[in-house]
């Protein structure tokens, strides 16, 4: 497969690869697609949710609810990688100032998350995105991606990357896609799963 030609991020690839050195019991392979638009969004915003909405940036974010968001929104797609960081190497990550992370609110609770990462200059890479599982299937992704590329296009930026696995959600490719995104590579990987960790449903 192709590897990725753009310019990319040391660390966010390793979703997949970066659990080889731990002992394991399973493996899983999955396809890594990497996306990037150049340009604001064109299309008119989704309809906003029918329910009280509000993004916050979060500001001195505390270890616990990071990983509580962290946890809860990637475990149905094993997001792994930043259980096994210690809250040291964690806290470093997010306290940098380029390192942004907004938390999406329905009715006063924490319903998705989006992390954006513009350490690079000139590209602003969504690191993680996704939403509470209770919120999933509602039509509120496209909405709060949409928002989260106006945040993005704020910086001066002149790319926005992503990357989907097909561990993601089965909506996240096409989801990008009629976001903007177009694919420029895609890469074989393998998950290697420690022990303990508990496979969701749909793939044990």
Do not use: W
């Given at each position: 497969m192709d590897a990725p030609t753009r310019p990319y991020r040391?660390?966010?690839?390793?979703?997949?690869?970066?659990?080889?050195?731990?002992?394991?019991?399973?493996t899983i392979p999955t396809i890594v697609?990497?996306?990037?638009?150049e340009s604001r969004p064109s299309?008119?915003?989704?309809?906003?949710?029918?329910?009280?909405?509000?993004?916050?940036?979060?500001?001195?974010?505390?270890?616990?609810?990071?990983?509580?968001?962290?946890?809860?929104i990637g475990e149905p797609y094993l997001w792994l990688e930043r259980r096994r960081w210690t809250d040291e190497k964690l806290a470093e990550l997010i306290a940098d100032p380029s390192v942004m992370?907004?938390?999406l609110y329905i009715e006063?609770?924490?319903?998705?998350?989006?992390?954006?990462?513009?350490?690079?200059?000139?590209?602003?890479?969504?690191?993680?995105?996704?939403?509470?599982?209770?919120?999933t299937g509602r039509r509120i992704g496209p909405w709060f991606l949409h928002q989260t590329l106006e945040v993005a296009w704020a910086e001066p930026i002149n790319e926005v990357q992503v990357e989907t696995c097909t561990l993601d959600?089965?909506?996240?490719?096409?989801?990008?896609?009629?976001?903007?995104?177009e694919p420029y590579a895609r890469s074989e990987k393998t998950i290697s799963v420690p022990e303990g960790i508990s496979l969701p449903p749909h793939m044990a």
């Open positions: 040391p660390g966010l690839e390793v979703r997949a690869s970066e659990f080889t050195i731990l002992d394991t019991t399973r697609t990497y996306l990037a638009t299309a008119h915003a989704p309809p906003r949710p029918l329910l009280k909405t509000a993004i916050m940036r979060c500001h001195d974010v505390p270890i616990h609810f990071y990983r509580y968001l962290y946890n809860t992370l907004y938390v006063g609770v924490p319903a998705g998350m989006s992390e954006l990462d513009f350490r690079v200059d000139g590209i602003g890479q969504i690191a993680f995105f996704g939403l509470m599982p209770e919120f959600h089965r909506k996240a490719l096409s989801t990008y896609q009629r976001a903007g995104f």
